[in-house]
């Protein structure tokens, strides 16, 4: 099967996952944060664990530039997260 085809079967199913899982659990991590709460150790886990994801799926939007405006949404995303978890915890 050639590379392209590969990879839109990987993109695929990496959106399916961001848009069924991911945003929904980011929405809600939003949401705790900009109420003034932390983050439990379970989020901050999970936080870890979708820079991890990107890390690995590099190579495949390096060969898919046209999902890079995608990418760096939900990167903003979890950096606003991040932010104010970090503000909270400040406080």
Do not use: C, W
Not at 38 to 57: C, H, M, P, R, S
Not at 82 to 89: C, F, G, L
Request: aromatic share 6%.
């Amino acid at each position: 099967m050639p590379q392209s085809s590969l990879d839109q079967g990987v993109i695929q199913v990496l959106l399916d996952r961001f848009n069924q899982q991911r945003l929904p659990r980011a929405m809600e991590m939003k949401e705790k944060v900009d109420r003034g709460e932390k983050l439990e150790e379970f989020d901050v886990t999970y936080l870890a664990g979708v820079l991890e994801d990107i890390q690995q799926i590099r190579p495949l939007l390096e060969r898919h530039p046209e999902y890079e405006a995608l990418v760096v949404k939900g990167l903003a995303l979890y950096k606003e997260i991040v932010d104010k978890a970090t503000q909270n915890e400040s406080n």
